[in-house]
T-cell receptor, first 115, second 109 residues
């Protein structure tokens, strides 16, 4: 009964590098959500994906950020040419069918630090 | 656009005192969920409210959903040090969750 898994748990990057964050949803869950949490702040929705589909990316910055959830393998949140302002905790959550009344189960998060 | 406001931002209480956090949405919600995040941890689901005027209890925690389904509250009776953390509400509208900014609770022993 593994929960939502994220790796790496901590990631340090220099400005201009790329960051790749991975999320494996709970077994049986086909819907993944990514959130960003700045220090001392709440969770900001970024993107909602189903296998091979982006359902809602209204919270994603227009540039440098992309997300995918392939048929096989984990969901990936990719940040190109990172800047200091990208430093944050990135959480993914999963749910079985993406329905409104389902619980979202959160992973432990990836703490990204951009130097 | 859709907004969910949560107050207060911080709350410091003495152990044994009560605590309440409030959540207000700019639009009617289909349901609302509450999460707790311990320091350095990740959000953990606490409860979901669906019906207008619904009240649910979990031991010392009481959750309410307003009649208009636009506001909600979480009340903790007789806080303990294990209650420390940030409490988030998440309002759902059109299958999208809007998280409040959270209330950070500190309990002094």
């Amino acid at each position: 009964n593994a929960g939502v898994m994220q790796n790496p748990r901590h990631l340090v990057r220099r400005r201009g590098q790329e960051a790749r964050l991975r999320c494996s949803p709970m077994k049986g869950h086909s819907h993944v959500y990514w959130y960003r949490q700045l220090p001392e702040e709440g969770l900001k929705f970024m993107v909602y994906l189903q296998k091979e589909n982006i359902i809602d990316e209204s919270g994603m910055p227009k540039e440098r950020f992309s997300a995918e959830f392939p048929k096989e393998g984990p969901s990936i949140l990719r940040i190109q040419q990172v800047v200091r302002g990208d430093s944050a905790a990135y959480f993914c959550a999963s749910s079985p069918r993406g329905q409104a009344r389902e619980t979202q189960y959160f992973g432990p998060g990836t703490r990204l630090l951009v130097l | 656009g859709q907004q969910v406001m949560q107050i207060p931002q911080y709350q410091h209480v003495q152990e044994g005192e009560d605590f309440t956090t409030y959540c207000n949405s700019s639009t009617t919600l289909s349901n609302i969920q509450w999460y707790k995040q311990r320091p350095g941890g990740h959000p953990v689901f606490l409860i979901q409210l669906v019906k207008s005027g619904e009240v649910k209890k979990q031991k010392r925690l009481t959750f309410q959903f307003g009649e208009a389904k636009k506001n909600s509250s979480l009340h903790i009776t007789a806080t303990q040090t294990t209650d420390v953390g940030t409490y988030f509400c998440a309002g759902n509208n059109f299958n999208k969750f809007y998280f409040g900014s959270g209330t950070k609770l500190n309990v002094k022993p």
